[in-house]
């Protein structure tokens, strides 16, 4: 059996072992696995950087569509606020019109009521206007 002050070339150079101690037994297998570990290093470093920079474009991209919802959002507003305002006053016309409507039909039945009552007197008054100027003196 090992002593346990000794290291194992199988536990120093296994990838999987997580170790950052360097292998002593192997001089190029620690210069290849530090190469390794930095490559990765590098990797990462770069993922990280183009993972920011994409995440910074969405942002940036958020960012003017917000800007273009709320304009449209306010054109929308504007709008609506003409559309009510023109709204009202439709219907403040619409009342009005309404009311002359109204006043111009009694007006009209009672100028029809009185056209006939006309009627009704010539027809039956119409003798008698004769008599009367046959009797008329001047």
Do not use: F, W
Not at 20 to 42: F, G, I, S
């Amino acid at each position: 059996m090992a002593s346990p002050g000794a290291v194992s070339a199988v536990g120093a150079t296994s990838p999987s072992s997580g170790s950052d101690a360097p292998a002593v037994c192997n001089p190029q297998l620690a210069a290849v696995t530090a190469e390794r570990k930095r490559k990765r290093k590098e990797s990462n470093r770069l993922s990280a950087q183009r993972s920011r920079a994409r995440k910074q474009r969405q942002l940036d991209e958020l960012t003017v569509q917000v800007a273009a919802l709320r304009a449209r959002n306010g054109a929308m507003a504007a709008a609506a606020h003409d559309v009510q305002r023109r709204c009202a006053a439709v219907q403040a016309e619409n009342a009005l019109l309404q009311a002359m409507n109204l006043e111009l039909g009694e007006r009209l039945q009672s100028l029809t009521e009185l056209i006939r009552c006309m009627e009704e007197a010539t027809m039956y008054n119409q003798p008698q206007l004769l008599d009367a100027n046959m009797y008329n003196y001047y």
